[in-house]
């Protein structure tokens, strides 16, 4: 796989650097999964709660109405499905599990090595007690968002490269995105970064808008292969996806933009 522009799409990561005021607003790995109807019975569902509720002991159902556009009668073609969702005391740690796929998110991510550790103890409770059978697709995506009186220094932040044309409009532009899609390992990459305007988000449910412009990385690194449920192999391949994003944001930032929040270079 050939490295374009520098873009490290292959090979180990660089160093970690902490940035102890990074601006990282959320961090998500999901696994999705074949149909698995165990989930939707709250008994089995209570033996998952059992292996994790020491750590995550908050439990709220959500019914989630899913509309089949295919269905050519509208009422016939909505479905509700379950989602349970498990955090932890300080509401920091979220889990949501469905018959289709299992996640963990987190505004407080402290380390790879401590998210990949909860990532590693969920999926083998999960396929300890509801064992779903084969896995269709792997994720894991982080989401910084540049605000305050950084958003105004981006020129100094971000490589030229990565700029473009934000370089010489970037300070004018109302809104100014970029995305890039990509195979990179250990699957593809699917990059967007740029500029929001005040009150504006790409996802809503994990980057609440702002009441001030700000500049967005987010990153993710996803793998789609039919595999048989195994956490040890999933785990292993979250911790390849966290380092590729991990070495494509190392590349696409400055040397400012890590001592701006914190890190020693």
């Known amino acids: 796989?050939?490295?374009?522009?520098?873009?490290?799409?292959?090979?180990?990561?660089?160093?970690?650097?902490?940035?102890?005021?990074?601006?990282?607003?959320?961090?998500?790995?999901?696994?999705r999964f074949a149909l698995h109807l165990p989930v939707r019975i709250p008994e089995r569902v209570a033996t998952f709660q059992e292996a994790i509720g020491d750590r995550y002991p908050h439990l709220e159902r959500q019914d989630v109405a899913m509309i089949n556009v295919m269905a050519q009668v509208p009422q016939s073609g909505t479905e509700v499905v379950v989602h349970w969702r498990f955090s932890d005391l300080a509401r920091d740690w979220r889990i949501t599990l469905s018959p289709e796929f299992i996640t963990l998110e987190?505004?407080?991510?402290?380390?790879?090595?401590?998210?990949?550790?909860?990532?590693?103890?969920?999926?083998?409770?999960?396929?300890?007690?509801?064992?779903?059978?084969?896995?269709?697709?792997?994720?894991?995506?982080?989401?910084?968002?540049?605000?305050?009186?950084?958003?105004?220094?981006?020129?100094?932040?971000?490589?030229?490269?990565?700029?473009?044309?934000?370089?010489?409009?970037?300070?004018?532009?109302?809104?100014?995105?970029?995305?890039?899609?990509?195979?990179?390992?250990?699957?593809?990459?699917?990059?967007?970064?740029?500029?929001?305007?005040?009150n504006t988000t790409v996802d809503p449910n994990l980057l609440p808008p702002l009441q001030e412009e700000s500049w967005l990385l987010d990153l993710d690194v996803s793998k789609t292969q039919e595999l048989s449920f195994d956490a040890a192999y999933l785990v292993a391949t979250a911790k390849s996806a966290a380092e590729r994003v991990y070495a494509v944001f190392r590349w696409m930032v400055t040397d400012e933009f890590l001592r701006a929040y914190g890190g020693e270079v």
């Open 1 to 31: 796989m050939a490295q374009q522009f520098g873009l490290p799409l292959e090979g180990p990561p660089p160093a970690e650097i902490p940035l102890p005021h990074a601006p990282l607003v959320s961090v998500i790995a999901q696994v």
């Open 106 to 198: 987190t505004r407080a991510y402290q380390s790879r090595n401590d998210f990949l550790e909860r990532f590693e103890r969920i999926l083998q409770a999960l396929e300890d007690t509801l064992a779903p059978k084969l896995v269709t697709r792997f994720g894991m995506r982080y989401i910084d968002q540049i605000k305050a009186e950084q958003a105004f220094q981006i020129d100094k932040l971000l490589r030229s490269e990565v700029l473009g044309v934000a370089g010489s409009l970037g300070v004018t532009a109302k809104q100014l995105l970029t995305e890039l899609f990509v195979p990179a390992e250990p699957g593809d990459l699917l990059a967007r970064w740029g500029k929001l305007p005040a």
